[in-house]
């Protein structure tokens, strides 16, 4: 379980709110028109279905018995799958990318691109893998 303290808005999981306290508010957070959300689900796999929480205080979010990692971000980007998601600033910008290579079955797959200064909240089944990086990689 992840404590989110509010001040300024954030976005979650749609279903992933275990508790509050304070004076909070949640709205349904759409991706956009129709067409938008049928393509985006349909199409790539990766939308997400998300709640705006506003106010003061804090909220308490879970999903699944699944780890959570906190990941800052300072200005890099972050790829990952939109089911992953638990939570995430307002301030980040996401964004839908297509990913092509012969070495993926049917040649397309799609990522969710998350990037700016925030914080979001990942799940994962166990501990990740992570590979150090030690040069800046470019697409």
Do not use: W
Request: one cysteine or more; proline letters at 3%; aromatic letters at 8%.
């Amino acid at each position: 379980m992840v404590k989110v303290t509010l001040g300024a808005d954030a976005y979650a999981k749609r279903g992933s709110m275990v508790a509050y306290q304070g004076n909070v508010e949640f709205d349904y957070k759409g991706s956009g028109g129709m067409r938008q959300q049928f393509f985006e689900a349909k199409m790539t796999g990766q939308k997400l279905q998300l709640m705006t929480c506003k106010g003061q205080g804090e909220v308490f979010l879970a999903e699944d018995a699944t780890d959570l990692h906190i990941v800052e971000l300072n200005g890099q980007s972050l790829c990952i799958n939109a089911n992953n998601v638990l939570a995430f600033d307002t301030t980040l910008k996401t964004e839908i990318q297509r990913i092509e290579s012969a070495g993926i079955p049917g040649g397309v797959m799609f990522h969710l691109l998350v990037s700016g200064q925030g914080t979001i909240v990942v799940m994962t089944h166990g501990t990740p893998v992570t590979l150090p990086g030690r040069r800046p990689d470019f697409r």
